[in-house]
């Protein structure tokens, strides 16, 4: 049997996609790794809603050091004035689909996947093309599926509502607050 590990970004956009794998009786695990999100306190913020998503569904919720400075050197720095879906994002994707790709394959994972593209204000290809490399440097398969279709998005917007959860309306970085 397979083992998944899902990256997420936040509860609104995971929720819809960790119903529908518990209710399928998939063997998974959510991971969060945001080291985008600024300031510290927003984080926080959406590290809870996101815990308390996988504690409703009895999901196991994974949680990787928060480091934004790190993030900041490592991605945003010289491309603070790219507009949102430019080259900021893409690396973006990558520096966090590497950290998940990385996590899977030393932590007994079978495939990994990620939230990250579904919803509609994402570049799902950009997404995708991070995954792809990703997936080849560490050795492990990328799960590919658009988890947009069937409504994603609104599900997992609904069910943040209904557990009563934050809802951020900014991407995550301060760039994106503009
Ligand atoms: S806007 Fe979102 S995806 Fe783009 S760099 Fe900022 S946090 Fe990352």
Same mark, same amino acid.
Request: net charge negative.
């Given at each position: 049997? /397979?083992?998944? @590990?899902?990256?997420?970004?936040?509860?609104?956009?995971?929720?819809? +996609? !960790? *119903? *529908?794998?518990? =209710? &399928?009786? =998939?063997?998974?695990?959510v991971l969060f790794f945001n080291p985008n999100i600024a300031p510290e306190e927003e984080y926080q913020k959406r590290l809870n809603a996101n815990k308390k998503v996988c504690e409703h569904f009895g999901i196991n919720? %994974? &949680?990787?050091?928060?480091?934004?400075?790190?993030?900041? *050197?490592? +991605?945003?720095? /010289?491309?603070?004035?790219?507009?949102e879906r430019g080259a900021r994002c893409k690396?973006?994707?990558?520096y966090r689909l590497r950290q998940a790709a990385k996590y899977a394959k030393e932590n007994g994972f079978t &495939?990994?996947?990620? +939230?990250? /593209? !579904?919803?509609?204000?994402?570049?799902?290809?950009? +997404?995708?093309?991070?995954?792809? %490399?990703?997936? #080849?440097?560490?050795? !492990?398969?990328?799960?590919f599926t658009n988890w947009r279709k069937n409504s994603g998005e609104q599900e /997992?917007?609904? %069910?943040? #509502?209904? @557990?009563?959860?934050y809802i951020q309306n900014y991407c995550g970085c301060e760039f994106s607050k503009r």
């Open positions: 049997m /397979g083992n998944l @590990l899902l990256l997420s970004c936040c509860a609104p956009c995971s929720a819809g +996609v !960790i *119903k *529908k794998l518990a =209710k &399928e009786g =998939k063997k998974f695990s919720f %994974i &949680e990787l050091p928060y480091n934004h400075e790190v993030w900041f *050197k490592a +991605v945003a720095e /010289g491309f603070e004035s790219e507009p690396r973006c994707f990558l &495939e990994f996947s990620s +939230v990250l /593209g !579904i919803s509609r204000y994402k570049d799902l290809e950009s +997404v995708n093309t991070a995954a792809e %490399i990703a997936q #080849k440097e560490f050795d !492990i398969a990328y799960d /997992g917007l609904k %069910i943040a #509502k209904q @557990l009563n959860l």
